[in-house]
C-alpha cells in the first residue's frame, strides 16, 4: 500500500556529513509524521529525529544541534541532514512514516534501511 524508498547512507570520517532521503509512494491520504530511526548493532532501534502534522519536531539529545530532519510534503519526502557526524552514530538508519491510506488503516511504514558508517 506504501513504499518507502531510503538513499544516501555510506561511509564518512568523524566530523563528516551525509545527507539521507527517505520517499513515499502509494495510495496515500495524510500523512500525520515523518521520522527517521536508527539501531546499532546489539542495541535497540531508537528514535533519531521526527516531524507530525504541524511541523512540530522532536529530536533524540544525542543529535539535537547535528541534525535536522526536513520534509517535501508536496513530494512525500523527507530527509535528514547528519553533521559533525560521530563514530557513536555508525548504525542503519531507517525512515518512518504514519500514513492513513485510501484502501486500509492508519499505520506505520518503514523503510529498508541504509548503513551509515562513520570511522576514519
Known amino acids: 500500500q506504501v513504499q518507502l524508498v531510503e538513499s544516501g547512507g555510506g561511509l564518512v570520517q568523524p566530523g563528516g556529513s551525509l545527507r539521507l532521503s527517505c520517499a513515499a509512494s502509494?495510495?496515500?491520504?495524510?500523512?500525520?509524521?515523518m521520522g527517521w530511526y536508527r539501531q546499532a548493532p546489539g542495541k535497540q532501534r531508537e528514535l533519531v529525529a521526527a516531524v507530525i502534522s504541524g511541523g512540530n519536531t522532536n529530536y533524540a539529545d544525542s543529535v539535537k544541534g547535528r541534525f535536522t530532519i526536513s520534509t517535501d510534503n508536496a513530494k512525500n519526502k523527507w530527509y535528514l541532514q547528519m553533521n559533525s557526524l560521530k563514530p557513536e552514530d555508525t548504525a542503519v538508519y531507517y525512515c518512518n512514516v504514519d500514513v492513513d491510506t485510501w484502501v486500509g488503516p492508519r499505520k506505520d511504514y518503514w523503510g529498508q534501511g541504509t548503513q551509515v558508517t562513520v570511522s576514519s
Open positions: 502509494g495510495v496515500i491520504r495524510s500523512i500525520y509524521g
